[in-house]
């Protein structure tokens, strides 16, 4: 973590100290820089003044105007190097979020922060969009080249894709080299990616758009696919409720998860209780379902061989396949033992 060698508070108490008592409590207010922490908006200062917004706004521009024709403006030029720095080292564009949180520990803090940045001639606030968080830059031509890749890598992920992390910053990474002709560090890749409103990273570490319920789950049914995605393998719904608690902090109800798990048609029920992804192969249905599509496929087959093939779809003893296997309306054995559809 960056850490500013100077103190934010110190250097907004020297910047306000040529202002009358009126305009600073006006910013003081404005940015939550003074005894409060609550930056209150233009309406509610010029209520506290018996004066218009718009008085309030004309106000504070004349303030931070004159601070910075202030001598004592030219004292915070080190602080100003410091921060400019700091946000070089982060990536030259970053949301607002990421650098108030970055470089101040607190609330108060970061109001003081913020209140340089808007203060500093190298910094340049970029308002949030539809495509883009607030954020600030030292760049604003690479800013833009940084947009039009984060635009690309969202146009180049569909809907349904989950790209694990170490894939979409090696793509971010190629992008950046194609366009910016540099290599770019890792840390500076998930700076930009912390930008994008459209692209998000999940509770396991896998990226792709926001729109997509892999990303934002928005129930039960999503977030139990998305366990047993990571776990690879079929799951009992007792497994699959305890790891949604512990994997998402949500507590998930066992019976709920189970009801939730029929419903779907991304699961299957392969044994007593347990359940897997369609995804993987595996077929809806009895298990004299299973063992008919697998007479349908392949005729006459050994009963040992109808075992190991039911036993990779199905959760079960084989004395229940054995069962159905004797239910002569469904299938016949012929003179040397192989089955087959009746």
Do not use: C
């Amino acid at each position: 973590m960056l850490q500013l060698s100077f103190n934010p508070k110190s250097v907004t108490k020297i910047l306000t100290m040529p202002l009358n008592d009126r305009t600073r409590d006006i910013i003081f207010q404005r940015f939550g820089i003074g005894q409060s922490d609550e930056r209150k908006t233009l309406e509610a200062i010029g209520q506290t003044y018996g004066i218009t917004r718009e008085r309030i706004r004309q106000l504070e521009n004349f303030a931070l105007k004159s601070i910075r024709q202030n001598d004592n403006f030219e004292r915070a030029t080190d602080a100003f190097a410091e921060l400019k720095n700091a946000i070089y080292q982060k990536g030259i564009l970053l949301s607002e979020k990421e650098i108030l949180e970055t470089l101040a520990k607190d609330i108060s803090a970061r109001n003081h922060l913020h209140f340089l940045l808007v203060l500093g001639d190298d910094f340049k606030k970029l308002k949030e969009d539809e495509e883009f968080y607030h954020r600030w830059t030292i760049d604003e031509e690479r800013s833009e080249i940084i947009h039009n890749i984060l635009r690309k890598l969202y146009k180049d992920i569909e809907k349904e894709e989950l790209m694990p992390e170490k894939d979409i910053v090696a793509l971010t990474q190629e992008y950046a080299k194609e366009n910016l002709k540099e290599k770019i560090l890792e840390e500076m890749i998930f700076s930009w990616l912390r930008i994008s409103k459209l692209i998000d990273r999940n509770a396991l570490g896998e990226w792709g758009p926001i729109s997509s319920e892999n990303i934002r789950p928005r129930g039960v049914r999503d977030l139990a696919f998305l366990i047993f995605r990571k776990s690879g393998s079929p799951l009992h719904f007792t497994e699959v409720a305890n790891s949604i608690s512990s994997t998402f902090s949500k507590e998930a109800h066992p019976a709920t998860v189970h009801n939730e798990l029929i419903k779907d048609p991304r699961f299957i029920l392969v044994g007593r209780g347990i359940y897997a992804l369609k995804d993987w192969g595996y077929s809806s249905g009895t298990v004299r379902d299973i063992i008919k599509n697998i007479l349908k496929s392949s005729k006459n087959l050994t009963k040992e061989e109808i075992i190991k093939k039911v036993l990779k779809e199905r959760y079960v003893k084989e004395n229940t396949i054995l069962v159905n296997l004797q239910n002569r309306k469904y299938f016949k054995r012929n003179k040397d033992g192989a089955y087959s559809i009746a």
